[in-house]
């Protein structure tokens, strides 16, 4: 009778979870052999056991790849979903390049030019009339030795790259340091603005002396401040003319306190109106609605679509 009774006490193992719970597409169509070994995926369609993991194994279903065997029996739906999957990825990409690429455009610093020589061949603040300057190509290039043959060529290629890794690990210290030193949220340095500086600093070149306080409270304050007014300016002039959209959002800070913000999109820029505290009452329907329609009445209900 005892043994029964710890029989019955004996709570029941779930059994493990074979797929991965990223909700990524390749889910659909493989599962893990081992709950233990995240790498080894075996396909539904042909059994074949993918060991690169759920990246690798979409490329098996869809046959992107020759250096992955691809799947001889999934359907033509199930390669068009992988297949679609994959380009949204790289468009994804695609837009994240090209933006990386127009906030470098956006970076403007004038150029010097001392007895007719242009910024391009004396870098702003280098005590050197030949200062070695570091380009994209830099990485895989070298200076041109027609003496040197093909491997010797080859180990310097794989050399340069090697120390182009090494110049990028070396800076990146520096502003490790400083995030680290005086507390930097590390998401900070997901900014625009942040990424824009440091292509400012890289176009100005070594002596790049950075603001001092005064000159942050005062000039460049009031300079940044006319700058916002006038992109303020610019999305008042768009929201009379195109009209514009309400959005909220929710979050809570540091002191645990709800926080609810209002914001104005028109012509694809979004801009902040005002936030406020609701840690004591529930965002219920009725909340956000009287949020929503003092926003569109201080905005002008014209204007909102």
């Known amino acids: 009778?005892?043994?029964?009774?710890v029989q019955q006490q004996v709570p029941e193992v779930p059994p493990p979870v074979l797929i991965g719970n990223s909700g990524?597409?390749?889910?659909?169509?493989?599962?893990?052999?081992?709950?233990?070994?995240?790498?080894?995926?075996?396909?539904?369609?042909?059994?074949?056991?993918?060991t690169g993991g759920i990246f690798?194994?979409?490329q098996h279903v869809a046959d992107l790849e020759n250096s992955v065997r691809g799947c001889k029996k999934a359907t033509p739906e199930a390669i068009a979903d992988v297949k679609k999957h994959f380009q949204r990825i790289e468009e994804t990409k695609s837009r994240k390049r090209q933006h990386e690429?127009?906030?470098?455009?956006?970076?403007?610093?004038?150029?010097?030019?001392?007895?007719?020589?242009?910024?391009?061949d004396v870098c702003v603040g280098s005590s050197s009339t030949e200062p070695n300057k570091l380009g994209p190509m830099d990485r895989y290039v070298r200076p041109i030795d027609g003496k040197s043959s093909k491997e010797e060529a080859l180990r310097q290629l794989s050399m340069n790259e090697a120390i182009f890794k090494e110049r990028v690990h070396e800076a990146s210290q520096y502003v490790a340091r400083w995030v680290y030193t005086?507390?930097?949220?590390?998401?900070?340095?997901?900014n625009d603005e942040f990424r824009q500086m440091c292509e400012a600093v890289g176009k100005f070149g070594p002596g790049y002396e950075p603001p001092s306080q005064y000159e942050l409270r005062e000039k460049l304050?009031?300079?940044?401040?006319?700058?916002?007014?006038?992109?303020?300016?610019?999305?008042?002039?768009?929201?009379?003319?195109?009209?514009?959209?309400?959005?909220?959002?929710a979050c809570t800070d540091m002191k645990r306190r709800s926080i609810m913000n209002l914001c104005m999109h028109c012509s694809g820029r979004t801009s902040f109106i005002r936030s406020?505290?609701?840690?004591?009452?529930?965002?219920?329907?009725?909340?956000?609605?009287?949020l929503v329609d003092r926003g569109i009445e201080e905005l002008g209900p014209e204007h909102v679509m």
């Open 101 to 120: 690429q127009d906030l470098r455009d956006d970076v403007h610093i004038t150029s010097a030019t001392t007895q007719g020589t242009s910024r391009e």
């Open 1 to 5: 009778m005892e043994a029964e009774a």
């Open 182 to 190: 005086h507390a930097i949220p590390f998401n900070a340095l997901d």
């Open 24 to 50: 990524d597409v390749g889910w659909k169509y493989g599962k893990y052999c081992d709950p233990t070994n995240k790498s080894k995926i075996k396909c539904n369609f042909c059994g074949h056991i993918s």
């Open 276 to 290: 406020e505290e609701t840690s004591d009452v529930s965002h219920t329907a009725e909340v956000i609605f009287d």
């Open 56 to 58: 690798r194994f979409k």
């Open 221 to 249: 304050l009031s300079e940044e401040y006319a700058r916002t007014k006038s992109l303020l300016d610019d999305r008042e002039k768009q929201k009379i003319k195109l009209g514009c959209t309400i959005m909220t959002d």
